[in-house]
């Protein structure tokens, strides 16, 4: 079972853990999408999971009638409810869910409710489970739910009671990647998204997370990174980065694509082995008396820099690292190649 309060404003806002503790699994970047929906003739499946917030046009109209950026079915004539089909691009662990239903006032569904599986095909009936119970939704608002147990999911069935709009659907999580299927001789990004990699700590995302850093693929845009706010008190920026596995680092990739005006000048990279994440309030003093694996390194406009040799490898195997920029700015991509710890 699971519990729920509603939240009329950003839970992010309301609930900072989410983004320190979690990934959006249901973001488009991980390959997730919507594979089915019984009807969404006012506005497309797949925007319900768009990574933007969503957006009112108030003279905005199209052929079906008043454009929603969202999911949105027609006004149910007969016996039944609607639903939608949402295949997660990464297996993972979901532990809570927000059925957003910005800008739907009389048009939101009262009710709802989510089925998982976890099959690596298209799921039958019997393999769906419970698990977000039906309940009321409020228009206009995030639902958000967290779950008493995290469920591991491949698959999500959204049903809506009877019709009517879902914004964004959120689906609060960590990756599940099986390291088993990964040669301890194989180099692979231990700071992915995709594998299971996140931020867990930092001072400052006044632009993006850091999570962006560990994105798939090349930045599209500069908001796609982690940006900081302007300094305008002595100090620096920074973050920590959990790996998705234990490992041993053998090139460091530091990207300030689109960053031009607001790159940062300078960055070092610290890094330790831990058996679990440190506590928030302990985790600035603790992390910054870790061993450093990149000394003070200048950074350009704009460009990747690579970063391998001896000075990384020395330091054997690493779970944590801690990126300090100075004093501010912003970064699209950071890549950890490095092979897996075995035993771990």
Request: net charge negative; with cysteine; charged share 25%.
């Amino acid at each position: 079972m699971s519990f729920e309060r509603f939240l009329t404003s950003n839970p992010l806002a309301e609930e900072p853990e989410l983004l320190r503790k979690f990934v959006d699994l249901a973001h488009p970047r991980l390959g997730t999408k919507v594979t089915f929906a019984t009807d969404d003739f006012f506005a497309d499946k797949s925007r319900m999971i768009l990574p933007e917030p969503p957006l009112f046009y108030p003279d905005r109209f199209d052929d079906h009638g008043k454009w929603m950026d969202g999911w949105e079915s027609r006004r149910k004539r007969e016996p039944g409810h609607d639903h939608a089909v949402v295949k997660l691009g990464q297996r993972g662990t979901i532990a809570a869910v927000d059925i957003d239903t910005s800008f739907f006032t009389g048009n939101f569904p009262p009710e709802a409710k989510i089925e998982a599986a976890d099959v690596p095909g298209e799921p039958g009936e019997n393999d769906w489970q419970p698990l977000v119970g039906k309940r009321s939704l409020r228009g206009d608002s995030h639902n958000l739910v967290h779950l008493d147990a995290p469920t591991s999911a491949r698959w999500l069935r959204l049903h809506i009671f009877p019709d009517g709009g879902v914004a964004r659907l959120r689906v609060y999580g960590t990756v599940e990647k099986d390291w088993s299927e990964v040669g301890a001789d194989e180099t692979v990004d231990l700071a992915a998204l995709v594998n299971g990699g996140s931020a867990i700590a930092w001072n400052d995302a006044h632009y993006g997370s850091p999570a962006n850093m560990l994105a798939p693929g090349t930045a599209p845009v500069m908001s796609d990174g982690w940006e900081t706010a302007r300094r305008r008190t002595p100090g620096n920026d920074w973050c920590v980065i959990r790996l998705g596995h234990p490992g041993t680092i053998e090139r460091i990739l530091i990207d300030t694509k689109h960053f031009k005006g607001n790159y940062p000048d300078r960055c070092t990279l610290r890094a330790a082995k831990l058996t679990q994440n440190p506590q928030q309030r302990e985790i600035e003093a603790l992390s910054s008396l870790w061993p450093e694996i990149v000394t003070s390194t200048k950074l350009q406009a704009d460009t990747e820099l690579t970063i391998e040799g001896r000075d990384i490898e020395r330091h054997g195997a690493i779970s944590h690292v801690r990126l300090d920029i100075f004093p501010d700015g912003g970064i699209s991509r950071l890549r950890l190649f490095g092979k897996k710890t075995c035993g771990n």
